[in-house]
């Protein structure tokens, strides 16, 4: 279209689109979304359908795992394939039977190499201080291009607190509540869980870290602390670990997590500290 | 006691009234995944027959779930009004439809008789009518709130500003609110999703909302959603808080595995009250629904999804919100599988909500997991707009890049106001046309260029 026939209202903010990647001054066709604008909707939005339905690459993912000095463990969830997935959460928050008893021989040669009879070990006795769950969730391509990266961080800042660390657990079509069994099997007193979080139009990689102190079977989400959003363009794994650590620090100390536990840590975000950006439409102080 | 019907030669039998309310439902995946679904179609129309032939008194009998186990049960018993109620005592489920469409009905009857209603009457009742049928009798409802402006009245339809950013960046923050006021949204509220639960971040979002209201002197409210324990500290440190957000569901432990009970509702109401901060109206509670949060959290007592979400319209009907608003497809295909399964929904909650006088609004959303795209939205959206919705949603291009999914953008509510003679509200449309973003007529102005009152803002 030449600009003499074009019907559309160009809108006189369009350079506030440097401070968001939200779809903001599309002009208008009448009072309607432009053409160009509703067509690379649609497009964003057929990359997205497909993105969920993208399978992760456990292999790979385990690979990498190991060259981070990381011993992992894969496993599948009660649900057998996405199609499933997607319709039986209620299947993706459990383990199959296999991978129970994958888990329970780990613990046994835990058990065994530390020379301790396992019917000696207490019900409250625990194994480790932490155990990471990685999930597939909604989306493999946050978990396939961030988890690695992140789980490798979080390992080292672990290590640095002093807390022990239970071989990586990788879920196939997995749900967030299945990390709190996996710990719960692994006998480990706290459970951090990566998963891919459901895709946006904009964000089809964004994975979200979820922490449950005392995890097992059957907790619902106000026992879980929760940080979205960790990708390029959203939260960076710094932050993330950062936020994880505090609250997994005070968790330790007061023995709860979730909704009891809030995030008062008045370190703020680097990004905050070092940004430029503020809020312009008030005058300047 | 258990319910029947022959039909032909066959006999159809349920156990309760609960089972009979599922059975009747219908089709949703929810309700399937909770192993409640009628398992046909015609088990599923003899289930509706069925239910047409209850009298509407027998709600107040034989619960769906037992008044010990459940204080969301003891909130709808200990609260009925017998004598609002009196005016269709006498009526069954389907003599109640046939009533709601009648003439008899009208928006005075039907505002004296909400608080007669339980919600599992209204629930019933819903499941026997078409779509035609839960958009004439919402449309005959006026359910008016106020807080800074005023909101529902017949002809108006409001708007949230939601300006989500992935960070909480003033810079990002603002440039979406901007955008949202230049395109005419933001009457029912600025409502922003935190990226985190912290104080901080939380609370400088709310003095930012608040500080550009005031300079702006625009008639609407800010909330930030945010847990409602972070909203009684934040008041408690003396944050200013406009309306207090919280997501509820009809159980109790559906609301407790969100870590909230009538009493720290309560106590969070009165919390809001203390501040005063209202100019023309003190509703200042703000509630998100949706269909299948119950069985989400495992806690539906085998009761289906639909049912469920009308008795969180009981919890949020005892705190006499501004807004209440049905996030209808966000939830996922595991709840409302397709298209079909979200308009329905959507309509069923708008009609039931209003129906027991609640200021409802619906986030017409879906997400990409599920079979769904625009046009179900554009449905959904045209279908609300002519059953008299509150308000809904607005964000830039229909794309929430904070909690991703799709929700209708500010374009939207544009649309559904041309095509429907639709206002805002009063004292927001005026702001409007004060600024320079509305013409006299209701119409937006050219967004070639800044309004004269925010031309200062000319960024480099």
Excluded at chain 2, 49 to 66: N, Q, R, S, Y
Aim: aromatic residues 6%; proline residues 4%.
């Amino acid at each position: 279209m030449s600009e003499q026939e074009s019907s559309v209202v160009v809108n006189a903010w369009s350079n506030l689109r440097q401070f968001t990647d939200a779809r903001i001054a599309l002009g208008r066709a009448g009072t309607s979304v432009p053409t160009a604008a509703l067509l690379a909707f649609q497009l964003d939005h057929a990359r997205a359908r497909d993105a969920v339905h993208l399978p992760l690459d456990m292999a790979l993912l385990q690979t990498q795992l190991t060259s981070a000095g990381l011993e992992s463990l894969q496993v599948q969830s009660r649900a057998h394939n996405r199609l499933v997935y997607l319709q039986r959460p209620d299947w993706g928050r459990r383990l199959n039977a296999e991978s129970v008893s994958v888990l329970e021989q780990r613990v046994a040669a835990a058990l065994s190499a530390e020379g301790v009879d396992e019917g000696v070990l207490g019900a409250d006795e625990r194994l480790w201080d932490v155990a990471i769950v990685i999930v597939d969730g909604l989306s493999s391509q946050a978990v396939q291009a961030h988890s690695a990266a992140m789980v490798s961080r979080l390992a080292t800042a672990f290590d640095q607190s002093g807390l022990t660390l239970a071989p990586v657990v990788l879920v196939q079509q997995g749900r967030v509540a299945v990390g709190d069994e996996v710990a719960e099997v692994l006998r480990a007193r706290m459970v951090v869980l990566l998963v891919g979080e459901r895709p946006g139009l904009s964000s089809p990689d964004s994975l979200g870290i979820y922490f449950t102190y005392a995890p097992k079977v059957g907790l619902t989400d106000a026992a879980r602390n929760c940080i979205s959003n960790i990708r390029p363009a959203g939260l960076s794994y710094e932050q993330a670990c950062g936020k994880l650590m505090y609250l997994l620090l005070e968790a330790n100390r007061r023995g709860l997590s979730g909704v009891q536990l809030k995030d008062e840590s008045e370190v703020e975000p680097a990004q905050m500290l070092t940004s430029v950006n503020r809020n312009f439409l008030l005058p300047k102080e | 006691m258990a319910y029947q019907l022959d039909l032909g030669s066959m006999r159809y039998r349920f156990a309760d009234l609960r089972t009979l309310l599922a059975k009747a439902t219908p089709l949703r995946s929810g309700d399937v995944l909770a192993g409640l679904a009628a398992e046909n179609a015609q088990e599923r129309a003899a289930a509706q027959w069925a239910l047409a032939d209850v009298p509407l008194k027998t709600f107040l009998h034989e619960t769906v779930i037992g008044y010990e186990e459940d204080e969301v049960t003891r909130l709808i018993i200990d609260s009925h009004d017998a004598v609002a109620f009196a005016r269709v005592a006498h009526l069954t489920v389907g003599g109640f439809r046939d009533w709601l469409l009648s003439d008899a009905a009208d928006s005075h009857v039907l505002n004296a008789l909400a608080p007669g209603l339980t919600p599992e009457m209204v629930a019933a009742v819903s499941k026997i009518m078409r779509v035609q049928d839960l958009i004439l009798v919402a449309r005959k409802c006026e359910v008016v709130t106020r807080f800074r402006n005023t909101i529902g009245l017949k002809g108006r339809m409001s708007t949230r500003l939601q300006p989500n950013h992935p960070t909480d960046d003033p810079s990002g923050v603002a440039a979406t609110l901007l955008d949202g006021l230049l395109y005419g949204n933001g009457d029912a509220v600025i409502g922003i999703n935190p990226a985190t639960d912290n104080y901080q971040a939380v609370t400088r979002l709310m003095c930012m909302l608040d500080e550009v209201i005031q300079h702006y002197r625009i008639p609407t409210q800010s909330c930030v959603l945010t847990h409602v324990t972070t909203h009684i500290e934040a008041i408690n440190r003396g944050a200013p808080v406009d309306l207090i957000f919280q997501s509820i569901a009809g159980t109790e432990a559906a609301n407790a595995s969100f870590g909230v009970s009538l009493s720290i509702l309560q106590e969070a109401y009165e919390a809001g009250l203390s501040l005063k901060r209202g100019t023309i109206g003190e509703n200042l509670m703000y509630f998100e629904t949706g269909q299948g949060s119950a069985l989400s959290a495992n806690a539906h007592h085998g009761v289906d999804q639909q049912t469920c979400e009308v008795r969180a319209y009981a919890v949020a009907r005892q705190f006499r919100p501004l807004l209440v608003n049905t996030v209808v497809g966000f939830i996922g295909p595991e709840y409302l599988y397709n298209g079909k399964q979200i308009i329905r929904a959507g309509l069923e909650d708008h009609f039931c909500g209003k129906l027991l006088g609640l200021p409802m609004g619906c986030d017409i959303c879906y997400t990409n997991h599920a079979e769904a795209d625009q046009d179900d939205m554009d449905m959904l959206l045209t279908q609300l707009g002519v059953a008299g919705i509150n308000y809904i949603m607005g964000i830039p291009g229909s794309d929430d890049i904070m909690l991703n999914y799709q929700t209708t953008s500010f374009h939207d509510a544009l649309y559904v106001r041309q095509v429907l003679g639709l206002r805002p509200a009063p004292e927001f449309e005026s702001w409007l046309m004060r600024n320079g973003i509305f013409d006299d007529r209701g119409r937006l102005l050219s967004g070639g260029q800044l309004p004269a009152a925010f031309a200062h803002l000319q960024v480099q």
